[in-house]
């Protein structure tokens, strides 16, 4: 089976834009969950979707959205991007039933200039 | 609030035993994970308990006790491979995360 895959790996914007990063789970996976990784602050959850619907959905501002397509597919959208958003953006998608089992991707490399 | 504390750095020998240890406080708790990540990879799933004990998986061990909101992860005959950033996270209706302990294994 192919793996969790995110696009794109690497970014970069400047303060005010948006951005959008997109996310591929295991075929299979119906959860997908993300993920924010700084040195300073960890993994930090964002938010968490099952068969299209936000499940839950961590203490970050409204500036960062997300949603999940039919195929399980997710995207998350961050707008009037800040400098303390450049992160290591990390998804990964479970099976719903053994959602401590997570399988992540390689991240998106988001820095802010 | 919730909190998990692990340490953020631990330095052991090839062939030796470690052990990274998991506190947390959480509103909720269903079970805690393991995770390995190696610098610029993604986070692997390693370890979970729902209940108190231990639970092996080859190399790896992880031990729960939900009375005293403790848990920790065992790597015995540590290897070179096995230096990375180890998370502990507890699973109330998502994954928190600790902050994560570096583990240095040196020859």
């Known amino acids: 089976k192919a793996g969790v895959t995110q696009t794109p790996r690497y970014l970069i914007k400047t303060r005010g834009q948006q951005v959008t990063l997109s996310c591929s789970p295991i075929?299979?996976?119906?959860?997908v969950s993300w993920y924010q990784q700084t040195p300073g602050q960890g993994l930090q959850f964002l938010f968490e979707?099952?068969?299209?619907?936000?499940?839950n959905k961590g203490n970050f501002p409204g500036r960062f959205s997300g949603r999940q397509f039919s195929n399980s597919r997710s995207e998350m959208n961050v707008s009037t991007l800040e400098l303390g958003d450049s992160a290591l953006y990390l998804c990964?998608?479970?099976?719903?039933?053994?959602?401590?089992?997570?399988?992540f991707g390689p991240g998106t490399r988001l820095t802010v200039t | 609030g919730q909190s998990l504390e692990q340490p953020s750095e631990v330095t052991a020998v090839e062939g030796a035993i470690v052990q990274i240890n998991c506190t947390y406080q959480?509103?909720?708790?269903?079970?805690l994970s393991w995770y390995q990540q190696h610098d610029g990879g993604a986070p692997t799933f390693l370890s979970y308990?729902?209940?108190?004990g231990l639970e092996e998986t080859g190399r790896f061990s992880s031990f729960l006790s939900r009375s005293d909101s403790y848990g920790y992860l065992l790597l015995q005959e540590l290897q070179m491979k096995d230096s990375a950033s180890y998370f502990c996270?507890?699973?109330?209706?998502?994954?928190?995360f600790g902050q994560g302990t570096e583990l240095s294994v040196k020859p």
């Open positions: 990964a998608s479970s099976t719903g039933g053994r959602d401590y089992e997570q399988y």
């Open positions: 075929s299979g996976h119906r959860s």
């Open positions: 979707y099952f068969s299209e619907t936000q499940r």
């Open positions: 959480t509103s909720g708790f269903y079970g």
């Open positions: 308990n729902a209940l108190d």
């Open positions: 996270a507890v699973r109330d209706r998502k994954l928190i």
